[in-house]
């Protein structure tokens, strides 16, 4: 079968909160004394995090101290980090909206720092020139921790289970997976899909042997990592594999403790921990002995703008009179001033988002804008808007309204919503928000604009927001519809060159004349990137990270096996 050898080198490698330090500390005592659900049997994590630690270690961590092991270290993250279903890339280990290296399971590629492909398992890749089949070599070294190897029968049964079961990620694409013989796998597609590397990246394999109902709680895998204990609402404790083909993590056991924000602070406050999360609302406190770590993402946060005018259907209202106008849409766009914004929202903790792909391979420069109110305003005068007695603008008896929706539950997107608000203002739109439950807000955001939470390490997410679906000819998440950017992106997903489908996905975003950038269509503005933040102990030296995805969780330790004490 003549194809496309993928050559890729080898890779693996202003909104302030006052805590004192008392109630913190007394904070992380009763945390860690009682765990999630107190009681005599939670306060056994607590001991043995500590006795993991080298000879007085507990004594150390307690007064704040370095600790003098340097093989170990425990990291917070929040709950929402827990993998509710278990460590099983079929239930969204490592996959999902929080995407990252599955550490327990190996993957055939990775994402490099630039976010182009590089190979884990993997040692050679190539697509037939219909991109109808991959055929994938794999390393014959790789055994899994009970000791028996990896092969590809192994790789063709996780891919193929993922297809039948997997409750996160889209299989759809994938007709069937079959070994050809021990170290070679071939997947054979339901239709071409160039970023299939992409999808290889975040699939960790499973052991056809050892895989049963009890797999998320007790996995085997043959990544950097093996999972000694899990105690649910509490803790995950991550030691070496010993029998790692590639090199011997610098940690050699990594303890992850699950916490909320304040607790993750007093556990700092109290020399807990050794890396912890945070938020922007604690990045103007001290903690002795630790610094501040701010990681750059593409953890975007934006919201929809409804392209077409109100209509209903099937007892569903899609679309918006004012902002189905696109001079309206680029107005908006324009209007945010995103530096003053994340001054005020992120305490200068973030970065101008233009598109939910920034310095992605796949993005597009063309999206960034300039202009500001002064074009703002020209363009919804052109558009027929005029100040009415009060100063908001009125055009043919409407005002310019608009309701910004938000996740109630989350007080940054309130805080990006309340800003937004209050900056349209300044252009003669009457803006409010409203919190609201995701059980109502899918359907809300067909006719008003949702403050959104997106960014991930593939193109495909592009095409989840922005191509049409079967059936309604509008986009998922807002009414939008473009045959020109459908047509792109469906060139770039049928494209058999990985690197050659980026400039497609460029041109989806701007070609000179149509796109969903600034200039074009914009049926969604951005906002910001958050920066995940982290205190960070002295002495610990965190690996140089990549860009992080959509979600404040396991990124961090994607190269935790490369993390030392200094």
């Known amino acids: 079968m003549a194809g496309k050898r993928i050559d890729i080198r080898l890779y693996h490698g202003k909104r302030k909160r006052r805590v004192s330090a008392a109630a913190a500390c007394l904070a992380a005592c009763a945390w860690f004394a009682a765990g999630c659900g107190g009681g005599a049997a939670d306060s056994q994590p607590v001991k043995e995090v500590r006795e993991t630690r080298a000879g007085d270690g507990a004594q150390a961590l307690e007064a704040g101290a370095p600790s003098k092991s340097r093989n170990s270290v425990i990291v917070v993250m929040s709950p929402n980090s827990e993998p509710a279903a278990g460590f099983d890339p079929v239930y969204g280990w490592g996959a999902g909206e929080h995407v990252h290296e599955p550490l327990i399971q190996s993957t055939l590629t990775v994402t490099k720092p630039d976010l182009t492909i590089g190979y884990d398992l993997a040692t050679d890749i190539e697509v037939s020139e219909d991109g109808m089949a991959w055929t994938v070599s794999i390393r014959d070294d790789a055994r899994f921790s009970d000791g028996e190897r990896l092969t590809a029968e192994d790789v063709a049964f996780t891919y193929n289970l993922l297809r039948d079961s997997s409750s996160v990620n889209d299989f759809t694409m994938l007709k069937e997976a079959r070994a050809l013989d021990d170290t070679t796998v071939e997947f054979v597609m339901e239709r071409p899909f160039s970023i299939w590397p992409y999808t290889m990246a975040i699939t960790g394999i499973v052991p056809e042997h050892a895989y049963g109902p009890d797999y998320g709680s007790h996995p085997i895998g043959s990544g950097r990592y093996v999972l000694k204990r899990w105690d649910r609402g509490q803790q995950a404790i991550l030691e070496a594999n010993p029998d790692y083909y590639g090199d011997a993590p610098n940690m050699e056991q990594v303890t ?21 999360y945070t938020a922007a609302s604690y990045a103007d406190q001290e903690a002795a002995g630790y610094s501040l770590l701010a990681c750059e993402t593409v953890d975007n946060r934006g919201f929809n703008l409804p392209a077409i005018e109100a209509e209903e259907r099937n007892g569903l209202l899609i679309g918006n009179d004012f902002t189905a106008d696109v001079r309206v849409r680029r107005a ?4 945010i001033d995103r530096e003053e914004m994340i001054a005020n929202v992120l305490n200068g903790y973030g970065k101008p988002a233009w598109s939910v792909c920034d310095k992605a391979p796949w993005y597009n420069e063309a999206a960034e804008a300039s202009g500001g109110r002064e074009e703002a305003r020209r363009l919804l005068t052109e558009a027929g808007w005029a100040p009415g007695e009060d100063g908001i603008l009125v055009k043919d008896g409407m005002r310019a309204e608009l309701t910004f929706l938000y ?24 803006a409010s928000i409203r919190g609201v439950g995701w059980d109502t807000a899918y359907d809300e955001a067909q006719s008003q604009p949702l403050m959104w939470g997106w960014g991930a390490h593939t193109p495909m997410e592009l095409y989840n927001i922005y191509h049409t679906m079967e059936g309604t000819g509008l986009a998922a998440y807002s009414p939008y519809a473009n045959a020109s950017v459908d047509a792109y992106m469906d060139e770039a997903l049928a494209s058999r060159d990985l690197e050659a489908s980026y400039e497609l996905w460029k041109k989806a975003q701007w070609d000179g004349k149509n796109g969903i950038t600034a200039q074009g269509d914009i049926p969604w503005v951005w906002l910001v990137n958050i920066d995940h933040l982290y205190w960070v102990r002295d002495g610990l030296h965190v690996a140089e990270q990549k860009i992080h995805p959509h979600g404040h969780g396991w990124s961090i330790v994607n190269n935790v096996d490369q993390w030392e004490w200094r």
């Not at 992850?256 to 912890?276: K, Y």
């Not at 908006?332 to 209007?335: F, G, K």
């Not at 996740?407 to 009457?430: M, P, Y």
């Open 332 to 335: 908006i766009n324009l209007a």
């Open 407 to 430: 996740a109630a539950n989350d007080s940054v997107r309130q805080a990006l919503a309340a800003d937004t608000a209050n900056q349209l203002k300044e252009i003669g739109i009457d």
């Open 256 to 276: 992850v403790l699950f916490m909320e924000e304040d607790a993750a602070f007093a556990a700092v406050l109290s020399g807990q921990a050794d890396a912890a």
